[in-house]
C-alpha cells in the first residue's frame, strides 16, 4: 500500500475565510459514496442528484515506492485522480438541506481524499459489486479505522450471482451494527433507501469524531 | 503504483500552473465541500477567464469547490486558488449556515442528531417509497 505523504499546510492560509451572515442558506450535509471500479458509484449519486455528476479531478501527492530518502526528503510523484460530485436540496425537511454526495473509487491512493471528504461527514456507503468483492476491503477498513459510520450497499448487477448480505457480511467480517443491504444504483428510491439507512446507523452511532488513522496524514487540513 | 508521468499529464500541469500563474497553494483553507457565493466585489484586472466563469456559476446558485471544479474542468487545487483570488476580492463569499457539526468550533465533529434527523425526514418525503433497513442495535 502506497503511504500517502504528509503537505504541509500554506503558512499563508492559516487564517479560516471571513465568512458572512445569509440567513436563508439550506444547511449542507456530505455523504461519500465508495466503491470499487465499475460498482455503480456514478450511477449511485446520479440517481438522486439534482444535478448530472460531475467528474471533478484533483492531485494527490504519495511517495513513490521503493525510492531511497534523500535528505529526509521522499521522493514524491503527483497523480491525478477523479471523483464524483452530485448534490440535492431537501427543502421540505424542518431545516433546509443541502446533500453533497462524493463518489470515490477505492483504491489505497484515494486515502487522503477520503480524509477531506470524511471530516463532518453524516457516513458513508460502501458500493459492493459482489463480482469483485475483494475491491470493497480497503474503504472498509478505512471507514472502520476513522470511526465514520458507514453501511455496505450490495448492487445487484443481472447475471451476477445473487449473495445474501449475511454472505456479504461474514466474507467482509463485518461487526453485526454495520446495516448491509441491496439496492439497484440505478433506482431512486432505492438509492434513497441506502441513505436512510445510513442516516439512521449515524443516529446510532455514538458520536465521536473522525479519527485519523495511524501512518496517514492529511492533506490540506 | 506506477508513474503515469505521460505528456498528457505532463501539459495538464503546465496549462494548471499558467492558470494560477505558477501557484501551488490556496491562500484560504477551503474544502472540498466549501459553498461560494457571489460577493459585493470585483475580481482584479488581469485575472484569469476562469474567474468569470467562477463568478457566473455562483451568481446562479451556490456552488461548493468540488462543483466548480467540475464545471471547470480544472484540477480542485488550481481552483481553490483562484477562488481565494476572489474572496480576497470580495467578489466570492462563503455563506454562513447553521453549523452541521455538534459543536460549531469543531470541524471535525460529526452532524448533530438534530440534523440527521432533519436530514432523514427530508428524504422521506422527497422519495416517500423509499425504505430503511433498520439493523438490530
Ligand atoms: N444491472 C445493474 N447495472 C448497474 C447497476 N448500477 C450500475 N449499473 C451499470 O453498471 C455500469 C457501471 O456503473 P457506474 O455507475 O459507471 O460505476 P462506477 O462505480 O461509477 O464505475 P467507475 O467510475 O468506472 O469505477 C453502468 O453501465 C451502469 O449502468 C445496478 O444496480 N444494476
Ligand atoms: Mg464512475
Redesign the pocket.
Known sequence: MPSPTSRPDDPAAALRTPSRPHSDAPTVLKIVIA??????????V?AVSEITPLSTEEYLTEASTGVDSLEGVEAKQTTTVAF?FGRLSLPDAPVPLELFLF?T?GQDRFVDLWYDLSRGAVGAVV?IDTRRLETSFTPVSFFEDIGLPFVVAV????GAHRYQPEQVRAALELPACVPVVT????NPSDVAGVLLTLVGHAENAPATPVHPAPNATLQDA | MSARGDAAEDSTFVRTYTLTRGRTRPRHLLGLDTVLDAGPGRPGPGQAEECEEILALCREHRRSVTELAGRLGRPVTAVKILVSDLLDADALVVPVTAPYAASGTDADARPSLQMLAALSAGLKRKWPDAIAYLQAG
Open positions: 466503491g470499487g471500479f465499475g460498482a455503480g458509484k456514478t450511477t449511485a446520479g464524483d463518489g473509487p458500493l448492487n445487484h448487477f443481472d439496492c439497484d444504483a440505478r
